[in-house]
DNA sequence: GATTCGTTTAGCATCTTGGCTAAATGAGCT
DNA sequence: AGCTCATTTAGCCAAGATGCTAAACGAATC
């Protein structure tokens, strides 16, 4: 029954990978957190523009984050929202999780 | 007020740089896990025995998470102990509580 | 004090990342 | 169709990360 389950694990094993490397730059961090606050979406020129950075150098930022599945990306007429998935940080909490269990007595 | 806590702000802020940056490796987010499920201390060498990269290479992994503050080491003999912190992990889950508060309405 | 054991440091090669500017794309407007 | 606006892709370079092997180090042991 538990080999079920595997594959689920294996998944698993890639979103921490995934959304690890994608919260290890200071800047894809700070995105999240202001798309958060502005109210969980954005266009990519307003996210952009509150960065210090070159516009290409954010949107490949941009780009980690939603392969990392942090954040989704829709096309509106000419402008590019991106929008935070705030379940997608569950994948960090439930990392930390394994530190709650109780740890084998060696 | 406000004002005495900035120092704390800088401070956490560092903090979460070199937390984040530690665990963007995968061996060495294993190496937490591995540290926590027996018991939450082991040598140098019994770490690196689990690992199928080479000894010094396990040794600089250890060394970022030493930096970072997750984990602790302490000479013994002439061994070398690393205890993980688990307290340390706090610094990830104060970020992600961030998505807890309630958005700015844009 | 020489040796051995456990571990780290030095030094090197390779790959990845993160930044830039310039060019390309795609959608709407005239 | 041609133009403009919003954004991404291409291509480049500098810096950093990760892996290795060989050498060094420090503590115990003979």
Redesign the pocket.
Known sequence: MSERHEPDAARELADVEAVF?AL??R?RRHVLLVLHFRGGEL????I?RRF?????????????LVESGLVT?E?R????VYRLDRERLAVVTRWTDWFDVAPLKA
């Open positions: 490397h290890a730059h800047s266009t990519a020129g307003q952009a210090s950075c070159s516009w290409p150098t954010t949107s490949r930022h941009l780009k980690v990306s096309r007429g000419r402008e590019r």
